[in-house]
């Protein structure tokens, strides 16, 4: 039971919404989109939910080519990012109305709509009104009403977007526990990178209507195949910048030279992307290997445990993060340390050429 | 604060005063109305709406225009429904100017129409019923309640049809189960709007009935200038003419309120 994506494209007008696209979406898969908005995440839900048709290209489930089977034919589920739910209905009538539509028994749409609601903790809210509800719980209620028909694709379209800090944690603890399991498919839309890897699963990140790469989170998050990859997976941004290799030197124009270690010392001279995540520039050097860089601090974000401080490398606003408190004074020079061994480098057509796992 | 409760009780005593004044005229005889200046009846008398409930030829006016009222209410929310719908989910060539256009019919005096309508419903034998009345005010009912209607519609997010249909509901059945009672406020505030329009519309209701859909406005105008000046009669039938308004607008008071906060009404 997979669904498959074979070559397709979506147009509207003379936008291109997503370029040609393949994907194979194994059953029992926890698969995750990641992108920025406008990246053609719904877009892409919309076509494998049957709400909207691709311009070309075939969509197969189990098998079966089901490019023109309507949407109300195809046991799926969606969650959107605003909490959508049938405001003249009841909790307990919206969490039943896919199976009131499938005409199933009133004794067992009773009985399911309950222990849906159950595992959601809705029961005490089942007689009230969606607009009478927090946005945590009709967020829960649309999710019960995806949960409780048993569908074999679930669509989550960044369920998680519109709640508050403490309840987006809450349901993200439990939101794999829901829906995961069984042979069901879920496909989670997120702009965060954070959320993706706390998920794990698979990950196809998505830039301009395109999957730049498919595959396990790690795999992806470890080695991006290429420059948009890595920056679409990375957050905060991840620095780059154009350098020369030569010999045994890595030389950032006008600000650096670096030694060439880890990966980067196997690569032909010549000139590269590199690619530094801003975890791996610090305020103090952790390996003998660290290059040193001098940058004009603009912004610190000094969160509870960690410090964010972006900086001005020759021109370039390079991001660093790293543990702890570091007191910075905003516009004055700092030196941070580049774990140069763990950079990414991209040759001339932003493919990776060294560096990742 | 004395002074400060008293320019709105000053303001809503001038609102009131011409209602006050029908109603006073009413209760009176035709002879004291004409006899003089009194502030409240002399010789108190039910004697004019006791006539209007008996003589056919007077409540009959207000079957008659409740009659065309209510046909043109339910046409032109019912044909508005599908056509607003259109409007606010699809984009299709032209649907800018189409809706604008929809709207300029209203720019047009009724006075305009008046004539063309006769003609027509004389030829096609129309005339002289409710539904000639109705279908001429459509004319100006259906851009209103299209225009009322789109507005509400767009207020309720795509995503709420998509999840509709992906739980399985055909669209027929989506639009009447979910989406209308959905803009169950908006429809109020069309329907009210189609009520008022058609029930306050003289022009085109006098010339399109002669006798047997005769509506109540004409009713009034045509007995002041055969019997000679029965003021407190016409004053009886003009305050009743305010009930059906007034009972609509009772209904409907929250939603308008709804619809002025979405920049439609």
Not at chain 1, 58 to 81: E, H, L, S
Not at chain 1, 315 to 340: K, N
Not at chain 2, 179 to 195: D, E, N, S
């Amino acid at each position: 039971m997979t669904l498959e994506l074979r070559n397709i494209a979506k147009r509207v007008g003379a936008d291109q919404h997503i370029h040609e696209t393949s994907l194979v979406l194994e059953e029992g898969s926890f698969n995750i989109l990641l992108g920025t908005t406008l990246s053609g995440k719904t877009t892409l839900m919309q076509l494998m939910a049957g709400i909207d048709r691709p311009t070309s290209g075939d969509i197969f489930f189990r098998g079966a080519r089901v490019n023109t089977v309507p949407v109300q034919k195809r046991n799926v589920a969606m969650v959107y990012q605003q909490f959508i739910n049938y405001p003249n209905m009841n909790v307990f009538d919206n969490i039943a109305s896919p199976l009131r539509v499938a005409r199933m028994a009133q004794s067992e749409i009773d009985k399911r709509v309950r222990e849906t609601a159950d595992l959601l903790k809705l029961t005490p809210m089942l007689q009230r009104r969606p607009s009478e509800l927090s946005g945590g719980q009709q967020q829960r209620t649309a999710m019960a009403r995806a949960l409780v028909k048993d569908s074999d694709l679930i669509l989550l379209d960044e369920p998680l977007a519109n709640l508050d800090y403490k309840l987006r944690e809450e349901l993200r603890d439990e939101l794999p526990k829901l829906f995961a399991g069984r042979d069901r498919i879920v496909v989670y839309a997120t702009t965060e990178p954070t959320e993706a890897l706390l998920f794990g699963g698979n990950t196809a990140t998505l830039h301009e209507g395109r999957v730049t790469q498919f595959g396990p989170t790690s795999e992806t998050y470890r080695n991006p195949k290429d420059l948009i990859t890595a920056q679409v997976f990375s957050d905060p941004p991840i620095n780059t910048a154009r350098v020369t290799k030569q010999g045994q030197n890595i030389v950032i124009a006008g600000a650096a030279a670096m030694p060439a270690v880890g990966t980067a010392r196997d690569l032909p001279d010549g000139d590269y992307t590199i690619g530094i995540r801003p975890h791996h520039i610090t305020p103090q050097a952790r390996n003998e290997s660290d290059a040193a860089v001098e940058g004009k601090i603009l912004i610190a974000e000094l969160s509870g445990s960690e410090s964010v401080v972006h900086f001005d490398l020759d021109g370039r606003t390079w991001v660093s993060q790293s543990h702890g408190i570091h007191p910075f004074e905003i516009g004055a020079m700092a030196r941070l340390y580049v774990d140069i061994g763990r950079s990414f480098f991209f040759d001339a057509d932003d493919r990776l050429v060294a560096g990742g796992a | 604060m004395r002074a400060r409760s008293l320019i709105p009780i000053v303001y809503i005593l001038f609102l009131l005063l011409p209602i006050y004044w029908l109603l006073n005229m009413s209760f009176k005889t035709t002879n004291e109305i004409l006899g003089g200046f009194t502030l409240w009846p002399q010789t108190f008398t039910l004697e004019n709406y006791a006539k209007i409930f008996t003589d056919p030829t007077w409540y009959m006016g207000y079957v008659n225009s409740l009659q065309y009222v209510v046909i043109n209410t339910v046409l032109s929310v019912s044909v508005a429904l599908p056509a607003a719908y259109a409007f606010s989910r699809y984009r299709f060539l032209g649907d800018k100017h189409l809706f604008f256009w929809l709207l300029t019919n209203r720019m047009a005096p009724p006075a305009v129409f008046a004539l063309p309508f006769l003609q027509l419903y004389s030829a096609v034998g129309l005339f002289d019923t409710p539904w000639a009345v109705a279908l001429a005010h459509t004319l100006f009912n259906i851009p209103l309640a299209v225009w009322i209607l789109e507005g509400f519609m767009s207020g309720v997010p795509k995503e709420l049809d998509e999840t509709a249909y992906i739980d399985g509901y055909s669209f027929p059945r989506f639009f009447v189960r979910i989406f209308i009672p959905t803009i169950a406020a908006g429809i109020g505030v069309a329907c009210f709007f189609c009520f008022m329009f058609s029930w306050v519309e003289l022009l085109l209701a006098k010339t399109l009935t002669s006798v047997a859909a005769k509506p109540i406005a004409a009713t009034m105008t045509r007995t002041a200038s055969t019997s000679g000046y029965e003021l407190g009669l016409l004053a009886a039938a003009g305050a009743l003419t305010i009930v059906p308004g007034a009972f609509v607008i009772y209904f409907v008071r929250n939603y308008i309120a709804k619809g002025f906060a979405l920049g439609r009404v």
